[in-house]
Nanobody, 121 residues
Framework: QVQLVESGGGLVQAGGSLRLSCAASGSIFSITAMGWYQQAPGKQRELVAHITSGDSTYYTDAVKGRFTISRDSAKNTVYLQMNSLKPEDTAVYYC???????????????WGQGTQVTVSS
């Protein structure tokens, strides 16, 4: 079993900051990449940022310069520092991990349960 547990969501005023955390645990051999997705009401889930095992990062244009993704490989944990938050950042944020559970396993994606981020104007 693999579990991803997110924390750090909440309510913040526009211009404020939040830091999301996601810890992966269970039967994990290696993690290829971890990322954060957002899903606003009535919209599809979209990639916000991801980071690979080699520390390559990607950000969607809407968050460049405001959000920073980082990881602690020893803790199988990924973080999303969100600064200068805007009302349009309001969404449920989901953590995802692409990982192998064994040396001959195929890569699979696992999801967290989601954490609500609400930015008031």
């Amino acid at each position: 079993q693999v579990q991803l547990v997110e924390s750090g969501g909440g309510l913040v005023q526009a211009g404020g900051s939040l830091r999301l955390s996601c810890a992966a645990s269970g039967s994990i051999f290696s993690i290829t990449a971890m990322g954060w997705y957002q899903q606003a009401p009535g919209k599809q889930r979209e990639l916000v940022a991801h980071i690979t095992s080699g520390d390559s990062t990607y950000y969607t244009d809407a968050v460049k310069g405001r959000f920073t993704i980082s990881r602690d490989s020893a803790k199988n944990t990924v973080y999303l520092q969100m600064n200068s938050l805007k009302p349009e950042d309001t969404a449920v944020y989901y953590c995802a991990a692409d990982l192998l559970r064994g040396p001959v396993d195929r890569e699979r994606r696992y999801w967290g349960q989601g954490t609500q981020v609400t930015v008031s104007s």
